[in-house]
Nanobody, 125 residues
Framework: VQLQASGGGLVQAGGSLRLSCAASVRTFNSYTMGWFRQSPGKEREFVAAIRRNGGVTYYADSVKGRFTISRDNAKMTLYLRMNSLNAEDTAVYYC???????????????????WGQGTLVTVSS
């Protein structure tokens, strides 16, 4: 499974971005997908996740109400719409995939086997 994240860039505080993650696997709809982020000197942290059929989503408290995760199984693509961005959102954002994620560990990076290369989001204040 190969994941290719894109859509990062420089944005002013209060602005918006949409990240995309293109997957190379035909059975994309059998994978739980997640977004994580990592800032310099910090551990990789959970941002959002979405179950296989897209019907159930999970968010970190810090992004709830501002970010929206979605997926298009026909296009084998994962998205993260980010609104009301602030400086604390500055990080490298990674998409991740796994077929066997369970609800109790869906927020843990260790639960995901496949990772994209990351895309940098920089929010200027």
């Amino acid at each position: 499974v190969q994941l290719q994240a894109s859509g990062g860039g420089l944005v002013q505080a209060g602005g918006s971005l949409r990240l995309s993650c293109a997957a190379s696997v035909r059975t994309f709809n059998s994978y739980t997908m997640g977004w994580f982020r990592q800032s310099p000197g910090k551990e990789r942290e959970f941002v959002a996740a979405i179950r296989r059929n897209g019907g159930v989503t999970y968010y970190a408290d810090s992004v709830k109400g501002r970010f929206t995760i979605s997926r298009d199984n026909a296009k084998m693509t994962l998205y993260l719409r980010m609104n009301s961005l602030n400086a604390e959102d500055t990080a490298v954002y990674y998409c991740a995939a796994d077929q066997g994620v369970i609800i109790t560990t869906i927020r843990s990076p260790a639960s995901y086997e496949y990772w994209g290369q990351g895309t940098l989001v920089t929010v200027s204040s």
